[in-house]
């Protein structure tokens, strides 16, 4: 084959190479707050059950900061044999401390994950004590990045309600380094009468996972994905195109079926809508 064919072939095949990276589908994972019941009955098959569904990854919350490095690596070996991951982790404050990160850190690494996120900033009631979280988030991520770990943050109504003519996550967003991933709980905020769309705009490649959660104004969280009034299509465009998504997870408060059910309908609905 002549030069001139191998470069035509290459230009040719060019097209498909780009159209292949932006069909990449994100991963989809499950918070495993929304099977908690079944988690603290038998942890190790919750997992296998979740990734037998079709979750590539899942979020342990808080009480896995309880565990042993022995314990941490045996749910690495079913995270292994499954083929699910653990990409982030839900975190109390306790993790963003001077005594307690390394504990955080250590478990994180074992099983692999990229994110520790601090799941609430508890009942803050000034700005300046957001900035304080702020703050703590920014001294947490120096420490986190050294250990190939980022730090995250969880919003929930609270932030997205304006305090002294300010929404706290507009605090947290300005006051931390860009490193600090802003994981967007999307019920909370269509809760809250915010515009999701809007928010992942305004901070370009901060939003590297997303909580889905929907809400309906007659049954709150208590609906399936889908069943809400969250416009995901919008949604998962704009996280797609510049909130720098790297992995979405379902999260669900509880519905009329049992857990382990209401997350297999919850990934039906969102491989349905997000396709």
Known sequence: ???????????????????????????????????????????????????KMGYQDVEFFAPYYDWTPAYAKDVRKVLDETGIRCLSTHNGPKSFTPDGIQH??????????????????????????????????????????????RAGYHNHQLEFTPLEGKRPIEIIAANT???????????????????????????????????????SPENGYKV???????????IFEVAEKTGGVEFYLIEQEGSAYPEMETAQRCLAAYNKIHG
């Not at 191998?6 to 990276?21: D, G, M, N, R, V």
């Not at 099977?35 to 296998?48: H, I, S, Y």
């Open 177 to 215: 380094p860009k490193n600090v991933m802003l994981q967007f709980d999307v019920g909370t905020c269509i809760e809250a009468k915010s515009d999701p769309v809007a928010w992942i705009d305004a901070n370009p490649g901060r939003i590297n996972s997303l909580h889905l959660k929907d809400w």
């Open 104 to 149: 955080a850190i250590e478990l994180n690494n074992i099983l692999g994950t990229k994110f520790v996120v601090l799941a609430s900033a508890g009942k803050i009631t000034t700005l300046d004590g957001w900035k304080g979280v702020a703050e703590n988030l920014t001294k947490a991520s120096e420490q986190l990045q050294p250990a190939g770990l």
């Open 1 to 51: 084959m002549s030069r001139r064919s191998l470069f035509a072939l290459a230009a040719a095949a060019a097209p498909f190479k780009a159209a292949a990276s932006r069909d990449k589908k994100i991963p989809v994972g499950l918070e495993l707050f929304s099977v908690r019941d079944e988690l603290k009955t038998d942890l190790m098959g919750t997992v296998r059950g979740v990734a």
């Open 224 to 234: 399936l994905f889908g069943e809400g009034v969250t416009p995901w299509k919008k």
